[in-house]
């Protein structure tokens, strides 16, 4: 038996910081002092005495797994590549009418006590899908989702923007990854939708200013 990160649950490192994002809870956590320590000695395969491992199950970060431990900062390639120069603007009722439906839903899905479902099941229709993706597909939609947000009256919000878009693409059978990054000196929390070449969300600058945090792929 081992130990992973409890479902919902990502970290990475950010210099000497490690920080974890905790959706069940919508918190950013930072593990300080001993409690850093004895979660890296867990990592590495060192061993803990029993008070330290009480604190960190205490955190709800951890839960038990099969086969040894698997505590993994995510690894992504952010591309350089995103949307800003995509050049069909064109106006489309339908696309319109489709964005406004999916940011309604993707508010309604932003609460604390919703948010690590929705990305839960993101994750697992991603999972039910062919590994295949179209990437040039997810563009076009990407763009034209772009095109036609303007006519909606909710305010951009990067989380907002990505769970509608990509309740978009699941729901036409498009496969993207879901990322979400921090970055700290101040802390500041980012979330964006790519392809293995574009940033679809947002744009690729801002996207490569922040650690990945937890990837839905």
């Not at 491992?53 to 690894?75: D, F, Q, Y």
């Not at 978009?168 to 293995?196: D, E, K, N, Y």
Request: one cysteine or more; proline letters at 5%; charged letters at 25%.
């Amino acid at each position: 038996m081992g130990w992973t990160l409890a479902p919902g649950t990502g970290f990475c490192e950010v210099g000497s910081e490690r920080v974890f994002l905790d959706l069940r809870r919508d918190k950013y956590i930072a593990l300080k002092g001993e409690d850093r320590a004895a979660f890296d000695r867990l990592r590495f395969g060192e061993p803990n005495d029993s008070d330290a491992m009480t604190r960190l199950v205490a955190t709800g970060l951890l839960s038990r797994c099969e086969g040894p431990h698997a505590l993994s900062p995510p690894s992504t390639d952010i591309p350089c590549r995103d949307l800003a120069a995509w050049g069909d603007g064109t106006f489309s009722l339908r696309m319109a009418i489709a964005a406004a439906f999916a940011l309604r839903r993707a508010r309604r899905c932003m609460g604390p006590d919703r948010i690590g479902r929705t990305i839960a099941t993101a994750r697992a229709r991603r999972s039910a899908m062919r590994e295949g993706r179209d990437e040039d597909a997810a563009e076009r939609l990407a763009g034209s989702y772009a095109a036609n947000r303007w006519v909606n009256p909710i305010p951009q919000r990067c989380l907002i923007d990505a769970l509608a878009l990509d309740h978009l693409f699941l729901s036409r059978g498009i496969r993207t990854t879901f990322v979400f990054g921090v970055r700290l000196a101040p802390f500041r929390a980012h979330c964006w939708l790519q392809t293995s070449s574009t940033i679809l969300t947002g744009t690729a600058a801002e996207a490569r200013s922040y650690t990945p945090i937890l990837v839905v792929a």
